[in-house]
């Protein structure tokens, strides 16, 4: 275990009251391999679609997977874009495992065929998500793009086929799918895999269709009712932790751990506090950087902030406080509302309130990256390979080939 971060603090009692101060090392972080994408979900919280060719190289990835190792953080959620287009993506998944970083790696399946599939099932350390965003191809499709459930359901027989284990579907809880919550239990059942249901926020694209998709009052009533009773077997990420301000806590450490236990480093080596807050306010540094990932963590003035004792603002007033701790930061922030307010989405009704209170000129923030696809239709399919090389003497390359190919610049 990780020892906690030296400054004041309180001895003893919960973990959660450790928590708050940060760890030496993250218990687990997000590594965003690279923002190129097959799809083009609607609610991608990093906008991906496009490669970025400033992505970190293999040399500058097997650093940082070193300096995991040194750091003994658990394992790494991998994620995208889409992280199985990356050519590289396989040798780092054998580097990381080969050095006792585990790996955790969300998909839409689009590579998992049976040999990879079977690789998967002969690997330690290995966990797969596919992500599914309806329980029937009506629903999946509208957010994901044309034959995206075909394709992860192919992927969940690839998997389930080759034994693999403990194996995960996905989901993103929105105002379209929260009726489907059984249909998803019984979809995992079916193929031996387990549910993971996790929160939309309103981060990169998904601020465009938040106040569209996000669940209604009625359904996180309704969500928080079927987590009680379906709890110890659904994974939730942690993020459902609003819900608890309905009365009885959720399992968890009903905390924001943004800064304190996780973290987000993305495909060019930045380092922001939280996977779902890509933005200037929560970069903390650069892997690239001296003193790489690990001077970033534990000497950031971000980090150092957030790890600092929090008034909680408002919140503490409310007799929900110690249940729900004021929600999502990022949630907060890309709805406009302040980090030591109510989170939008509070089952008290304060968020509402509080959405209703924003002043006529308030601009809510944006993300300062988007990797969204500038050429086809969104949730497309997307060229995955390099573009094709026309006979006759050369012509001149596009001006940004990231534009043209999310594999554009790849050996």
Known sequence: MTAVLPSPRPTGGRLIDQFEYGLDAPICLTW????????????????????DPRELSTAEAEAVIDELQRMQVFYVNVGGGEPTVRPDFWHLLDYAVGHDVGVKFSTNGVKLDRARAQQLARTDYVDVQISLDGATAEVNDRVRGA????????????????????????????????GQLDEFKELTDRYGAQLR???????????????????????????????LANGEQVLTGDSFFHLSAFGEALPGLNLCGAGRVVCLIDPVGDVYACPFAIHEQFLAGNVRSPGGFQQVWQHSELFADLRSPQTGGACT???????CRGGCMAAKFFTGLPLDGPDPECVQGYGEAALAARDAATVTPKSHLDHSHTGPVRGQPTLLGMPSIPAGPPAAPPTRPCNESPLAGMA
Not at 37 to 49: K, Y
Not at 148 to 176: C, H, I, P, Q, W
Not at 211 to 225: E, G, I, K
Request: proline share 2%; net charge positive; charged share 20%.
């Open 147 to 178: 034959g995206s459930f075909a394709t992860a359901t192919r992927a969940l027989e690839n998997l389930a086929e080759a034994g693999m284990r403990d194996f995960k579907v996905s989901v993103v809880v929105t105002r379209e799918n929260a």
């Open 197 to 227: 249901i996790t929160r939309l926020r309103p981060s990169g694209r998904g601020a465009d269709v938040w106040d569209q998709l996000h669940p209604t009052m009625a359904q996180q009533r309704d969500l928080y009712s079927w987590l």
């Open 32 to 51: 965003e391999l690279t923002y190129a994408c097959n799809l083009a979900c609607v609610h991608c919280l990093s906008s991906s679609g496009r490669r």
């Open 317 to 323: 007033k409310c007799a929900h406080f110690d249940a």
